[in-house]
């Protein structure tokens, strides 16, 4: 009986864990995509590193800006078969109250891509609604 009763705790343990990939951007932006598993198959990390920056998800943020940001996306949401709502965190790098609350804060935005003949490209991401 324990035997069973520590094997069940050990699977749930397991399905617990998730896994998280990291990355800086061309700016100095870092990026963490949380639950790498919840990303559709037509995209990847790779294509989500190469394509994704900092100018899509900060309002007016100006690529040689000195402020910089962490983004967690922790959401994928899939909308129709080019379409996909990305929750996100953002969390300026500044001990400046000022910017704290001005940028810290959830939002959800609609990532559009391409089909082309070579694969998918990032068509555009756009806002869509903030949290509170």
């Given amino acids: 009986m324990t035997l069973i009763l520590i094997f069940i705790g050990v699977s749930f343990g397991f399905k617990a864990q998730t896994s998280e990939f990291s ?4 700016y100095g932006n870092e990026i963490t995509i949380e639950n790498t598993e919840m990303i559709p198959e037509l995209i990847d990390v790779e294509f989500l590193k190469n ?7 900060t309002f007016k943020l100006k690529e040689d800006s000195e402020l910089k940001f962490e983004y967690r996306i922790a959401e994928f949401v899939r909308i129709n078969k080019t379409e996909y709502r990305l929750r996100i965190s953002q969390k300026p790098k500044s001990d400046k109250a000022v910017d704290i609350i001005r ?6 935005y609609r990532m559009k891509l391409k089909k082309t003949k070579s694969g998918i490209e990032l068509e555009k991401v756009e806002f869509m609604y ?3």
Avoid: M, P, R, W
């Fill in 23 to 26: 990355f800086t951007d061309k």
């Fill in 103 to 108: 940028y810290v804060g959830n939002s959800n």
């Fill in 51 to 57: 394509n994704l920056n900092g100018t899509h998800f």
């Fill in 130 to 132: 903030a949290e509170i």
